[in-house]
């Protein structure tokens, strides 16, 4: 026997009352819940009713609420990486930068004091 994997996709708020009826009736009550029905001809009417808010597929069976938690885990392996250091400019920046602003430094007084001799 198969199922309709039924998730809901958008929201009902808003919507009219007989609408969210519909959502209600399917079991649906929040964004991206799931619920699994039978193939069965009152289950696709009621789908036809909010097609544009949920997404359906049709599978082999309906899994159990374990099952599609262990289906939203990453794949084993799956490790962070560490963070990047934020560049900061106060008393506990690294030396690189430090040397970086002090090149740049010598720099821009040289071009304000070129502009005041063109003055």
């Known amino acids: 026997m198969s199922y309709?994997?039924?998730t809901l996709h958008r929201s009902?708020?808003?919507l009219p009352k007989r609408t969210r009826?519909?959502?209600a009736a399917l079991g649906l009550h929040r964004r991206s819940q799931v619920v699994f029905h039978p193939v069965e001809a009152q289950f696709a009417g009621m789908i036809m009713k909010v097609k544009e808010l949920v997404k359906v597929?049709?599978?082999d069976r309906a899994l159990s609420k374990r099952e599609l938690q262990d289906s939203r885990k990453?794949?084993?392996g799956f490790y962070v990486e560490r963070a990047v250091d934020r560049?900061?400019?106060g008393p506990s920046s690294s030396p690189l930068l430090k040397a970086a602003l002090e090149a740049q430094q010598p720099q821009q007084q040289s071009q304000t004091q070129a502009e005041e001799v063109r003055l």
């Open 57 to 59: 597929e049709e599978v």
């Open 12 to 14: 009902a708020i808003g």
């Open 74 to 76: 990453p794949p084993a």
């Open 21 to 23: 009826g519909v959502l």
């Open 4 to 6: 309709f994997r039924i």
């Open 87 to 89: 560049i900061r400019t």
